[in-house]
């Protein structure tokens, strides 16, 4: 089992920035890729970013690149999700997620959710205009 917790949300005017930290405990050397996922008010859950525990690399949703940023501190297995840029359409419970299975890092289907077998909680990113 592999225990991720969200941290780091709040409440935030549009073109601020904001950085979410997920804290990965148990069984982490299952992780071998790693996601944030968001959900706004009425609509089905999305990707936002991934990243390859081991190698680093990372893939975004054209929404969000070229303003987020995913990154990971191995020693502390925390992944992190600098947000910049942040528009109101940011607004959204920002979830982490793991999954083990690294061939779909390969294929594209980290960008989506059941692919992963671990969830947090989910943290609050409020935007205003």
């Known amino acids: 089992q592999v225990q991720l917790v969200e941290s780091g949300g709040g409440l935030v005017q549009a073109g601020g920035s904001l950085r979410l930290s997920c804290a990965a405990s148990?069984?982490?050397?299952?992780?071998?890729?790693m996601g944030w996922f968001r959900q706004a008010p009425g609509k089905e859950r999305e990707f936002v970013s991934a990243?390859?525990?081991?190698?680093?690399?990372?893939n975004y949703a054209d929404s969000v690149k070229g303003r987020f940023t995913i990154s990971r501190d191995k020693a502390k297995n925390t992944v992190y999700l600098q947000m910049n840029s942040l528009k109101f359409e940011d607004t959204a419970v920002y979830y982490c997620?793991?999954?083990?299975?690294?061939?779909?890092?390969?294929?594209?289907?980290?960008?989506?959710?059941?692919?992963?077998?671990?969830w947090g909680q989910g943290t609050q990113v409020t935007v205003s205009s």
């Open positions: 990243i390859n525990w081991s190698s680093g690399n990372t």
């Open positions: 997620a793991a999954s083990p299975e690294l061939r779909m890092w390969y294929n594209g289907n980290y960008q989506h959710m059941d692919r992963y077998d671990y």
């Open positions: 148990g069984r982490t050397f299952s992780s071998n890729v």
